[in-house]
């Protein structure tokens, strides 16, 4: 069974950071790339971050760049999304996914994957 689970979320505080993290079942990292995906209240779901499968190929949202970092540890098949420097625009339910290779122009399109986790929420307010 092919399945995603997302911990970490949590309130912080303005520029603390939160690690999350997606662990997978049912199917090896390298043969799917693992999209992390937020939706904040009244929004649609909007593309963070994501890594490929075999060439750990990393993108990011601008919005996000320079403060996430997104990595897999193949040996435990997940999948982490260190925030730093978090913002309150940054609160939101943050979702993983998995999907077949994305590529730049393709990674951060919602239909392009096929599992979703049950996504986490991640608050930052002061």
């Known amino acids: 069974q092919v399945q995603l689970v997302e911990s970490g979320g949590g309130v912080v505080q303005p520029g603390g950071s939160l690690r999350l993290s997606c662990s997978a079942s049912?199917?090896?990292?390298?043969?799917?790339?693992i999209g992390w995906f937020r939706q904040a209240p009244g929004k649609e779901r909007e593309g963070a971050s994501c890594i490929s499968g075999s060439e750990s190929s990393t993108y990011y949202a601008d919005s996000v760049k320079g403060r996430f970092t997104i990595s897999k540890d193949k040996a435990k098949n997940t999948v982490y999304l260190q925030m730093n420097s978090l913002r309150p625009e940054d609160t939101a339910v943050y979702y993983c996914?998995?999907?077949?290779?994305?590529?730049?122009?393709?990674?951060?399109?919602?239909?392009?994957?096929?599992?979703w986790g049950q996504g986490t929420r991640v608050t930052v307010s002061s």
């Open positions: 049912g199917f090896t990292l390298d043969d799917y790339a």
């Open positions: 996914a998995a999907g077949p290779q994305m590529h730049a122009n393709s990674w951060f399109r919602v239909y392009d994957y096929d599992v």
